[in-house]
């Protein structure tokens, strides 16, 4: 867990073609999913042994704060005039968000990284994206959900904290180590969940300015997702650390996950609720459901995963 560990540009570089030569999800277009097989997907629904769902999102955010100065909108659109008093009526609403705030839980699509002009896969940006939408690498790869085994890591657990301070770098020694002390071992077609304790900091310490601080992975750890065949990546942060200590790359673990090794991205997950079910029932591996709203040629979607126990 330093605080300190630089990369240079050459450095993520050759770490870049590096994972571009061995993630599993690298070449296909649908990326790391085409890990989870319908076997493995068949395994994951074994591990549903005592019938608990728990949420994996935090509630949608409607208050401005550093961290998320354009929040979610939500109002009652009906009835207009008030409630009547006889008669039929609806109650109805009206939603509007940035999908990929700083807050909100959501989900990336592999169409939501650019680098060096090319998304994933190398498909030029340029004729991918237009203002009408994504028309390859969207949101709709994962329109039939992503489901499978889910695993927690509790890397502030691993080292007796209630959370990572801002600036802090999870190690792939951090991600073993994790693995030791809780009894599971990562494997193929796993959703990783990568808990850092964002969430709780915010949850007590109030908002701050998490574009500028939050605590991440290290680019080095995606080499640790690649060997055990991962097939989505998630945390209550970010993923990516900030500041970036990689020279040149502000988003350094978005651009291997997403962009080299075909990984969605879920961010600013909250595992408040499942850390303590996972302690109790002595186990942290589960079913894990995810289901983005059906947005196809989006880069993104707001989303509620849940963990069934």
């Known amino acids: 867990m330093p605080t300190s560990h630089e990369l240079s540009e050459a450095g993520f ?12 999800g690298a070449a296909s277009p649908r990326g790391a999913l085409d ?23 935090a509630p949608v955010n ?30 109805r609403d009206r939603f509007a968000m940035d999908v990929h705030s700083d807050v909100n839980s959501h989900i990336d699509a592999l169409c939501h990284v650019i680098y060096d002009g090319t998304l994933h896969g190398e498909v030029p940006a340029a004729d991918a994206l237009s203002p009408d939408g994504a028309s390859a690498l969207s949101l709709d790869l994962a329109r039939d959900g992503i489901v499978g085994r889910g695993v927690l890591l509790d890397i502030p657990g691993l080292h007796g904290l209630p959370w990572l301070e801002p600036g802090s ?83 350094p673990v978005h651009v291997l ?12 997950l909250r595992f408040e609720d499942l850390v303590p079910v996972c302690v109790q029932e002595g186990r ?10 059906r947005l196809p040629l989006a880069t993104g979607s707001p989303v509620n995963p849940l963990a069934v126990l």
């Open 62 to 91: 409607t208050l401005a704060g550093p961290d998320d100065p354009e929040p979610a909108e939500h109002r009652l659109t009906a009835p207009p005039g008030g409630v009547p008093g006889r008669g039929l009526d609806f109650a």
């Open 35 to 57: 890990t989870l097989t319908s076997e493995r997907l068949l395994a994951a629904v074994r591990e549903v042994r005592s019938g608990r769902t728990i949420s994996l999102a």
């Open 257 to 268: 996950a997403v962009h080299a090794m075909g990984l969605h991205l879920l961010d600013y």
């Open 169 to 251: 770098h999870v190690t792939a020694e951090d991600l073993a180590a994790a693995e030791a002390r809780q009894g599971v071992r990562v494997g193929p077609g796993d959703i990783l969940l990568v808990r850092v304790g964002h969430r709780r900091r915010r949850e007590e310490r109030g908002p701050w300015d998490a574009a500028g601080a939050r605590a991440g992975l290290h680019p080095a750890a995606l080499e640790f997702l690649a060997e055990r065949e991962v097939a989505v990546l998630g945390s209550d942060g970010n993923n990516d650390t900030a500041p970036s200590t990689t020279q040149g790359v502000a988003f």
């Open 13 to 24: 570089r050759s770490l870049y073609r590096r994972l571009r030569s061995t993630a599993p």
């Open 284 to 293: 942290w591996s589960f079913l894990c459901v995810i289901a983005p709203l």
